[in-house]
């Protein structure tokens, strides 16, 4: 990376909105140009040196995005405003193509993927792009969901803003310390201030884990609501786009243009900037019981104090939104993890099947393992080899589906006429193909949105929750998101001052 030089632009790049740098760009307080020039700096301090993030795997040459940059002040100039989003920059993730003009490639985290040359932008990128945004950085895929590998130059992989010296050494997967899933570039860049904004993409809790564990508010748009061409996939049923901030409106503006791709479903799209604003007497909201869902044991390590801190604040919350006039249903009952089987079967790793069964069809995995040790793989060689029929697997995703979907949320919601349901998010909700409330949204396509509840009292690390509606009710959850934005406390930004570097705050935006 080059070394860029910062002006004196006068911007808080942790703190930062996309709404508050486009009414300076509004003003003529601010151009595109000194925003990159800000945002590029930051990433210098703190991607590969200060902090050591490692949140992003591509940055474009600094003389494509200022000349992006310039040519939109000279479009603004010209009265050529083309969106709420022109000259703003935005981070994509790794497994979002862009064409060679962006000056980005696209690897999925992988190195087989190193040297490829996308035909074109994917068509979130296009839709994005026609509001006149900057696409500043492709962020790193974690090792964990991609065939990406930790070098000697960035052993530790991706870190937390919030955690000094990074993940805890020896820590469980989703312990303390954990920034979250595959889409924690996206996450971590917008806490750093490497960005206001980000897109990720969601099979599981790929989006709205990291999200939680940034202080930020996430969306994952329903699946089909967006063009899925040019997005890495694992199937064709499990993966959905969404928009990452700081704040609500941020979330809006971006989740509005990206449903305004080419669609491949007959959803009805309305401005879910309407929805700003909306109070809670106007929403009927049911919570779980969050005992209930705490993480398994094997996923987790985390400080004595912690389960007391989280049960009291999300029950604090809880009343907080009774008392702000929301019809609360407290606790709601959902499928428990062990309660999803049918005739036996694990309909979690059923479900693990229907991915492993679509990705081999085109991409033979068990051909790697006759050709050298993969110490580690049983369970991926067992599912491989295994003699579930087409027809016996489609059973058991229908009966998953029945138990998590009909027999769950959509019973929950019907029985008490709620409008969205809600859950913390260090739980069994973020394991990978379990029975929790954002498995069963990715499952069966509901939106999801992630929102912050605080920061764990022993490390600092941000926590949330999720809100879960049927498809088509990205409107229900923004409405929802804005009114809880409202009763919290203004975001805590992270200390990055500790890392040596230049402080990463520049005076106030």
Known sequence: ?????????????????????????????????????????????????????NAMISVPESQILLST????????????????????PIILKDAITTSLELGMGTTVGSYALEDSIPVGNADIVDAVRSSNFVALSMLLLPASWTALKTSEDHPAGQQSAYIRGGKAEGEKPSGETSPGGSSTGSAQG????????????????????????????????????????????????????????????????????????????????????????????????????????????????????YNAQTKREYETMIHRIRNLGGRVVHPI?????NELTYKGTDLVMATTREILFEVNSEFPLSSYFRCSKAPGQQ????????????????????NYYRITATDGIDQAMHKHKLDLVAGPADSTFVTLAT????????????????????????????????????AGGEATLIGAMSAWERMMPARRAPDLSWAGAQDSVQAPL
């Open 1 to 53: 990376m080059e070394n860029y030089v910062l002006t004196d632009v006068h911007i808080n790049v942790l703190t930062a909105t996309a709404s508050q740098l486009q009414q300076r760009l509004r003003n003529g307080s601010l151009t595109s140009a000194m925003i990159v020039e800000a945002y590029l700096a930051q990433i210098k301090r703190h991607n590969h040196a200060g902090a050591h993030l």
């Open 69 to 88: 940059a310039r040519s939109l002040d000279a479009e603004r100039t010209a009265g050529q405003v083309r969106g709420p989003l022109h000259g703003i």
């Open 190 to 305: 917008v806490a750093a201030g490497f960005a206001p904004l980000s897109i990720g993409t969601e099979t599981i809790g790929s989006l709205t884990t990291p999200a939680g564990r940034a202080a930020l508010y996430a969306l994952k748009l329903t699946p089909g609501s967006t063009s899925p061409n040019g997005i890495f996939r694992v199937t064709e049923t499990f993966v959905s786009i969404g928009a990452m901030s700081q704040t609500v409106e941020d979330i809006a503006i971006l989740s509005d243009i990206l449903r305004e791709s080419p669609q491949t479903s007959s959803l009805e799209v309305h401005s879910l900037r309407d929805e700003l604003g909306k109070k809670w007497d106007d929403i009927s909201i049911g919570f779980v019981d969050i005992e209930e869902w705490r993480l398994m044991e094997k996923d987790k390590d985390f400080d004595a104090k």
């Open 333 to 337: 009952t959902l499928p428990k993890y």
């Open 379 to 398: 369970d991926l060689e067992n599912i491989l080899q295994s003699n579930v029929s087409e027809h016996e697997l489609s059973e058991l995703l229908d």
């Open 435 to 470: 029975g929790s409330l954002r498995s069963l949204a990715a499952l069966q396509g509901y939106p999801i949105a992630a929102v912050p509840l605080g920061y764990v009292e022993s490390s600092g690390r941000p926590y949330g929750a999720q809100l879960i509606v049927k």
